[in-house]
């Protein structure tokens, strides 16, 4: 079925994409972006804004037989492979993806999307910010009439970016309609480990462990701090500020890149640039973009504007041993 017919959801615009990076290959497109790195890789992560192929950070990305006949495009949708199925019905408007396409075009060969989270809603608080609170993560809803459509105990998918205070920031949100099958009466919440302890650790969207985060139980020899995992647990919500983990899977965060890889990374900045010394860096949801003094290009605002918490950004690049070292940096 329709994942954008079946839906209430939320969109974020995606504006214009400006211009390639740098020495990497425009697609066929007038405006369209496409590199590849060392490997022959390039990865593009941002969300969903229109179909006709699918169209990422303002980029057409080809899949399935307008690669090339009889192409199939790998298709993931929440680990499960949906490869056989058209793009909308795998995929909708507002869902952050990762698509990773040939060296200089816009081929889709993987497309992948994970959400955040999927749970109850177990708190709803308007004011200057409408948020949720689901499996003890705080989800900023930005549209009034999403958020006036939602009640506790709605079990909801979310799909967005990661805040500077740790919060969902979303993009999308699926109301799970009901009967629920027995599978999805276990519910899950992605983040990075923190505050290891023989009994438990902190789990929360962002890597340092600041912002939103919540304890998870579980028996020792759990992830060790800084690694990204999906909590299964069939709590509703936190028990006494705690959440009992029935699985635990590692997986690859979405700002998590091979090296030597070109990147198309949009985000929020999570940790400004601190306009001192000669540090010119800053993070996009916790992963560090560095640029330099003369060879990166700013477009929609100057270095200065990387000095904005939570500024929309789009950072082109090559990921550099975890760092991504910027050619492009556009302020949205």
């Known amino acids: 079925m329709n994942p954008a017919g079946r839906i209430r959801w939320l969109r974020t615009g995606v ?5 390639a990076l740098l020495s990497l290959s425009c697609g066929t497109g007038g405006t ?13 992560t941002g969300s969903v804004s229109g179909f006709g192929s699918v169209v990422v950070n303002d980029v057409h990305f080809h899949t399935d037989n307008e690669v090339a006949p009889g192409f199939l495009t790998k298709k993931i949708s929440n680990g499960a492979d949906n490869s056989r199925r058209m793009d909308r019905d795998v995929f909708a408007v507002g869902m952050i993806v990762a698509v990773r396409h040939g060296t200089g075009d816009n081929n ?10 999927r749970g109850p809603i177990a708190v709803l608080a308007s004011g200057g910010d409408n948020i949720v609170e689901i499996l003890g ?44 099958p027995p599978h999805a009466q276990e519910f899950e919440v992605k983040g ?11 789990l929360g969207p962002l890597p340092d462990g600041s912002g939103t985060t ?32 029935a699985r635990i899977e590692s ?63 789009q950072v082109q690049g090559l990921e550099n041993g975890g760092i991504l070292s910027a050619a492009r940096i556009v302020f949205r």
């Open 214 to 245: 919540v304890m998870v139980s579980y028996p020792p020899g759990g992830p060790a701090n800084g690694t990204y995992v999906q909590i299964v647990t069939t709590d509703r919500a936190p028990v006494g500020g705690i959440i009992a983990a």
């Open 108 to 117: 889709a060969r993987v497309i992948e999307y994970r959400d955040n989270l």
């Open 192 to 202: 990075f480990v923190s505050g290891s302890t023989l009994s438990g650790f902190r």
């Open 32 to 44: 369209d972006f496409a590199g590849g790195g060392t490997g022959g890789t390039g990865i593009s």
């Open 251 to 313: 997986l690859a965060a979405r700002t998590e890149f091979p090296d030597g890889a070109s990147v198309d990374l949009a985000g929020l900045v999570t940790t400004p640039w601190t306009g001192s010394g000669n540090d010119l860096s800053f993070e996009v949801e916790g992963k560090r973009v560095v640029w330099e003094e003369a060879g990166t290009v700013f477009v929609g605002g100057t270095r200065n504007d990387a000095r904005q918490s939570n500024r929309k950004v």
């Open 15 to 19: 504006p214009l994409l400006l211009s």
């Open 137 to 180: 993560q705080t989800v900023v809803v930005g549209d009034a009439a999403i958020y006036a459509s939602l009640k506790r105990d709605d079990i909801v998918e979310v799909s967005g970016f990661v805040d500077n205070a740790g919060r969902i920031r979303a993009t999308y949100i699926y109301p799970v309609p009901p009967p629920l």
